[in-house]
């Protein structure tokens, strides 16, 4: 089975500030249609997950332009350029090529200082 | 636009069968997506249970596979999940999602989830 591993697994950031999240894959995560099914999901408390970003890099539709995704293959990162107060919450990453399990990362919990 | 609605009995005992229904609103269950169940038990993280083409087509994980039924309903435009011989274990919250298209054509998985149902097994 592919494990999907997140760092940190809590955060505490400055409104303003920038923000990391890194996922690890088990294995790689490149189809051979060229494409990366690597995906980040936002639960803000209370709330169902959201879609934030699709194939490593693309912003779904909605999303502030100051988060960000990157990596290839089996590291990952998720970049939030400035945090703001609505930005709280736990943040997963999924994978979606290894197939028929989508696996998500234990969550990240993101919140203000 | 699209929405998705969980319901069936929040209290199921154990060694019973845990069933619920995804209502699908603003849009077709026919439509070219996949409908998938995804479940979070408390304070917990995300684990994806299955999911289901209009065709009845589907695909499950391979943890619960031995328990796990996911039906479509088209004439109700609605999915549904059964899951057997529940234990505390299954306690979560259920959520229903579906695996959407971008205007660009690309697939993304869980771009619409329901507002989740919480079920607890217990005597």
């Known amino acids: 089975d592919i494990v999907m591993t997140q760092t940190p697994l809590s955060l505490s950031v400055t409104p303003g500030q920038p923000a990391s999240i890194s996922c690890k894959s088990s294995q790689s995560l490149l189809h051979s249609d060229g494409k990366t099914y690597l995906y980040w999901y936002l639960q803000k408390p209370g709330q169902s997950p959201q879609l934030l970003i699709y194939e490593v890099s693309s912003r779904f539709s909605g999303v502030p332009d100051r988060f960000s995704g990157s990596g290839s293959g089996t590291d990952f990162t998720l970049k939030i350029s400035r945090v703001e107060a609505e930005d709280v919450g736990v943040y997963y990453c999924?994978?979606?090529?290894?197939?028929?399990?989508?696996?998500f990362g234990q969550g990240t919990k993101l919140e203000i200082k | 636009q699209v929405q998705l609605q969980e319901s069936g009995p929040g209290l199921v005992k154990p060694s019973g069968t845990l069933s619920l229904t995804c209502a699908v609103s603003?849009?077709?269950?026919?439509?070219?997506?996949?409908w998938s169940w995804i479940r979070q038990p408390p304070g917990k993280g995300l684990e994806w249970i299955g999911e289901?083409?209009?065709?009845?087509?589907?695909n499950y994980n391979p943890s619960l596979k031995s328990r796990v039924t996911i039906s479509v309903d088209k004439s109700k435009n609605q999915f549904s999940l059964k899951l057997s011989s529940v234990t505390a274990a299954d306690t979560a919250v259920y959520y229903c999602a579906r695996t959407g298209w971008t205007d660009g054509g690309n697939s993304v998985a869980f771009d619409i989830w329901g507002q989740g149902t919480m079920v607890t097994v217990s005597s």
């Open positions: 603003g849009g077709s269950i026919s439509s070219s997506n996949w």
């Open positions: 289901i083409y209009h065709s009845g087509s589907t």
């Open positions: 999924m994978q979606g090529i290894h197939l028929p399990q989508y696996t």
